[in-house]
């Protein structure tokens, strides 16, 4: 489909019918009448418009209980294509992706510092570099980002590992690349993509915990993402689950369970036990990360699984924490934690059980993330789907 054709979309009718068509799809006419308050003449108008400009199709025979056979309608999921943009610690990925989430392409810019010259012109320059890469229409970039970031005005209002303060990316980049761009916190982000096309798609209230250099975490509920006053809900990593720690977090605090059961944190506590003397077959404090303590705990050592234990322990005290006042009936862990699998979610699990309340555990399940690397870039891509279907700012740039 030729760029520039969804000029032609100009009602938030056509974004409900797009939504039920994206969710329910292939779907027949008369059943998105019976799912809207529109009139079967004002829907068979709405599609055929859509399927002339190239984002419908008809997909067969439906079947009858009597009458004409009704014609299926589906999305044509690679009518238009979606940026998904990462913006971690370390590096910038990106995702070109359909509008069924489907990865077209990937790419991933290592950050080599933090200054916000380089880390803008470098995301303007892969964005661009992508842009040009297609000829098909692109509807948004969606970009995950740490740290506070107020997905209305578009603003990062702090990033602590770029050290930003009150960026307004989304201006910045909409001027630059004239397309839509939407910005949110990364971990609301994987909510979204986790809503959308991960394990929780069945799931209305549930929350995401992250589970990497740093921890946090975003609550789902009845399926809209809960931000807080101030846009920052969900800092689960700075509840003190040690309160005689002498482990400082960034945020000033001691026994924060960021600073204490982080992959950082793992990293750091085995390597100073191996420092003072204490024995692992497997590890030594010069060549150690996160994927050798997680190999070394599967092949039984004491000091890797010791610590991965202590550490579980502490995420439960932290999730029961949560789970006794939000009540989710789903919990998603996203992180290479996951890679360790039983040791780590059966410790988790333990201490929720003795710590949380009986009837918030009733229908309680915890699960592994199954978007995992991609779950950022993902959420990115979630946050223009969602916005496209709900016509409230997408849609809004093509009229």
């Known amino acids: 489909m030729e760029k520039g054709n969804f000029s032609l979309i100009k009602s ?17 006419r008369a059943d998105i009448a019976k799912l809207t308050s529109l009139t079967p003449a004002s829907i068979s108008k709405t599609t055929k418009k859509l399927i002339e400009i190239g984002l419908l199709e008809e997909t067969g025979i439906g079947q009858t209980t009597g009458g004409r056979p009704p014609i299926m309608l589906k999305l044509k999921s690679k009518a238009a294509y979606i940026i998904g943009v990462y913006m971690g610690p370390k590096s910038l990925e990106f995702i070109l992706a359909d509008l069924d989430g489907s990865v077209i392409a990937e790419k991933k810019f290592i ?55 009150n960026v307004k990316l989304e201006k910045i980049l909409e001027k630059e690349l004239k397309l839509p761009v939407i910005i949110d916190n990364d971990v609301r982000a994987m909510a979204r993509g986790e809503g959308k096309f991960g394990v929780a798609k069945d799931s209305k209230n549930f929350l995401v915990v992250n589970i990497s250099e740093g ?21 689960i990593g700075h509840i003190v689950v040690e309160e005689h720690s002498t482990k400082r977090c960034s945020c000033g605090n001691y026994g924060c369970l960021e600073a204490l059961a ?22 030594n404090p010069e060549e150690i ?4 303590i997680i190999k070394a705990a599967k092949k039984g050592d004491r000091l890797a699984r010791d610590v ?13 924490t ?78």
Do not use: C
């Not at 946090?216 to 809900?233: D, F, P």
């Open 111 to 165: 950050l080599k510092n933090h200054s916000k010259d380089y880390i803008l012109s470098n995301l303007i320059l892969n964005l661009k570099e992508i842009i040009n890469s297609t000829e098909e229409e692109i509807f948004g970039i969606g970009i995950a980002m740490n740290g506070i970031v107020d997905i209305n005005k578009g603003i990062s209002i702090f990033s602590p590992h770029y050290e930003w303060k």
């Open 322 to 399: 949560v789970i006794n006042i939000v009540n989710p009936n789903l919990i998603v862990i996203i992180g290479d934690i996951n890679k360790i699998e039983g040791l780590f979610y059966k410790n988790v699990e333990t201490i929720i059980k003795r710590y949380g309340l009986a009837t918030t555990l009733e229908k309680l399940e915890i699960k592994p993330s199954m978007l995992q690397e991609k779950s950022a870039t993902i959420g990115a891509v979630t946050l223009i789907l969602e916005n496209l279907f709900k016509g409230k700012r997408i849609l809004s740039h093509k009229v």
């Open 262 to 283: 982080s992959t950082n944190a793992i990293i750091e506590n085995i390597k100073y036990k191996l420092i003072t003397g204490e024995q692992s077959k497997y590890l």
């Open 308 to 320: 991965i234990i202590e550490k579980a322990k502490y995420v439960g005290k932290a999730l029961a």
């Open 215 to 235: 921890i946090g975490s975003a609550l789902m509920v009845n399926g809209e993402v809960y931000t807080g006053g101030n846009y920052s809900a969900g800092e």
């Open 289 to 292: 990360d996160l994927d050798k």
């Open 12 to 28: 938030i009718n056509i974004s409900g019918i797009l939504e039920i068509i994206r969710a329910k799809g292939p779907i027949s």
